[in-house]
């Protein structure tokens, strides 16, 4: 990865002199001081505490220290849970933190899960942040389960609806509130996929899920034993099928971090990734020329390369 700082297993920092920026204590490996952290434990008592719980064992939210911590945030980078934190945090009053005080958060999160500490405090600057990255979680044996539905099927019920969800940001901003009684009354009046979860959940909320299902429920593609909708078996093996598979769960990891901006502008570049992994896969296995009168797609040929 390019970039000035890397945060190995015990929050360690290579400094390369190109950077042009202050060492962080490299010799120490400390990437914020005792103070900063100091300033975060103050906030987090005011802003956190209800949902993380005071000792940061986690209530309503999950748990913010030690193995549960690492689990959920390693591999990723300290600009991302900065991000998430002034940007989404908390639910009920989010986008007031400056991104001081999310530094100050993230110095006492570190603290709290036996990072050492240096002499200098966190920068709050995207660049560092971004090529700070902190240890990675260990693999969890996956289980396996049969497939349930065929490829369409997984497709029209997961993927598809979730996908349109993040397309409506082009045109919708999530952050506008809805109108009152503007819920559900398309041409039609019947269930929209775009106002799922209108009325429940915040619209950046109903982004955040819609990603997050792309992104993980893309490896189900490669699930063994899946049959396309004309009962051809899926691809699973072949290596252009398992590419198309990385691409769409890295398209809505994309689409999540963009969501997590709350930005409709950074979303809707984002689309431009979703629609690609779609039509790469669809241009191979999908959308085949030919067909006859009674199978005019040519649903008889997918699935084929």
Not at 162 to 189: E, L, T
Not at 242 to 265: D, H, K, L, N, P
Request: charged share 15%; glycine share 10%.
């Amino acid at each position: 990865m390019n970039g000035c700082f890397n945060l190995s297993a015990f929050l360690t920092i290579a400094v390369a002199v190109a950077c042009g920026v202050p060492a962080l204590d490299a010799q120490q490996g400390g990437v914020y001081s005792t103070a900063q952290a100091g300033r975060g434990q103050q906030l987090y008592q005011i802003r956190c505490t209800a949902c993380h719980g005071a000792a940061m064992g986690g209530g309503l939210a999950p748990p913010l220290t030690g193995s549960p911590f690492i689990a959920a945030w390693g591999g990723r980078t300290a600009w991302q849970l900065a991000s998430k934190i002034r940007n989404t945090m908390p639910p009920d009053d989010s986008g007031k933190l400056t991104l001081e005080q999310a530094g100050e958060l993230v110095a006492y999160l570190l603290q709290k899960s036996n990072f050492p500490a240096g002499r200098a405090d966190l920068p709050v600057d995207e660049k560092i942040l971004s090529t700070i990255v902190l240890p990675g979680k260990p693999a969890v044996a996956a289980l396996a389960f049969p497939p349930a539905g065929n490829l369409a099927q997984l497709m029209r019920g997961i993927l598809f609806p979730s996908s349109n969800m993040i397309f409506n940001v082009q045109s919708n901003d999530p952050g506008v509130p809805v109108p009152a009684g503007a819920i559900g009354q398309g041409a039609s009046q019947s269930f929209s996929w775009v106002d799922w979860g209108a009325g429940i959940y915040k619209g950046w909320e109903i982004v955040d899920y819609a990603a997050i299902a792309v992104a993980d429920s893309a490896p189900l593609l490669l699930t063994p034993g899946r049959r396309c909708e004309n009962g051809r078996p899926v691809p699973v093996d072949r290596p252009d099928w398992i590419r198309f598979t990385q691409e769409m769960a890295e398209a809505g990891r994309v689409a999540y971090r963009a969501s997590q901006s709350r930005s409709q502008e950074a979303v809707s570049e984002a689309t431009n990734q979703l629609a690609d992994s779609c039509l790469h896969c669809h241009e191979v296995y999908r959308d085949k020329r030919g067909g006859s009168d009674r199978d005019p797609s040519n649903k008889a040929a997918r699935c084929l390369p």
